[in-house]
T-cell receptor
């Protein structure tokens, strides 16, 4: 089955710096890669996703890149703000009619003012 | 405007005493999922319903069951909770087919005493 590894487990940055979180996956048939943000005690919320037919996607300060050959994908957050502090999970899925998301282990991002 | 609602938010149960967690959705999504999230870990899929079809993950313990009486509601039954079942239980929904996003509820934090 699919296995998703995520690094780093914790990341501390200063406000305004960039943050990069990296994930690798094992199942070459996976074709959908979402990123979820989970604040303490709250639900995971989708922040950006990418499909396997696209190499990069950007939404304001957030971007995701995908390298299918190497089976890795990354989340890039620019101009970080304290409210970006949360746990970020990557996930991978084959879209076989439903989203069986296999999550990475999570990255705790702390943005200091 | 909550779209996936879980009740209760916090549940305390005794070791071995059956407990039921509930989830409802206003999105009319075909698919409903139950994830288990232990402290500082990634969510792990237990099972999902695609309409009325139940799909169990291979490593989900028999102690966990689910019911989906209609499109809107899904229940997680834990027949004999053990201390190791203490976790956050997340319900999620998605449309079937090619639609990507999974919407999560706020979760129920289960404590076993």
């Amino acid at each position: 089955g699919e296995n998703v590894e995520q690094h780093p487990s914790t990341l501390s940055v200063q406000e305004g710096d960039s943050a990069v979180i990296k994930c690798t996956y094992s199942d070459s048939a996976s074709n959908y890669f979402p990123w979820y943000k989970q604040e303490l005690g709250k639900r995971p919320q989708l922040i950006i996703d990418i499909r396997s037919n696209v190499g990069e996607k950007k939404d304001q300060r957030i971007a995701v890149t995908l390298n299918k050959t190497a089976k890795h994908f990354s989340l890039h957050i620019t101009e970080t703000q304290p409210e970006d502090s949360a746990v970020y999970f990557c996930a991978a899925s084959r879209n076989t009619g439903f989203q069986k998301l296999v999550f990475g282990t999570g990255t705790r991002l702390l943005v200091s003012p | 405007d909550a779209m996936v609602i879980q009740n209760p938010r916090y549940q305390v149960t005794q070791f071995g005493k059956p407990v039921t967690l509930s989830c409802s959705q206003t999105l009319n999504h075909n698919v409903m999922y139950w994830y288990q999230q232990k402290s500082s870990q990634a969510p792990k899929l237990l099972f999902h319903y695609y309409d009325k079809d139940f799909n169990n993950e291979a490593d989900t313990p028999d102690n966990f069951q689910s019911r989906r009486p209609n499109t809107s509601f899904c229940f997680l039954d834990i027949r004999s909770p053990g201390l190791g079942d203490a976790a956050m239980y997340l319900c999620a929904t998605s449309r079937g087919g090619q639609t990507a996003e999974a919407f999560f509820g706020q979760g129920t934090r289960l404590t076993v005493v």
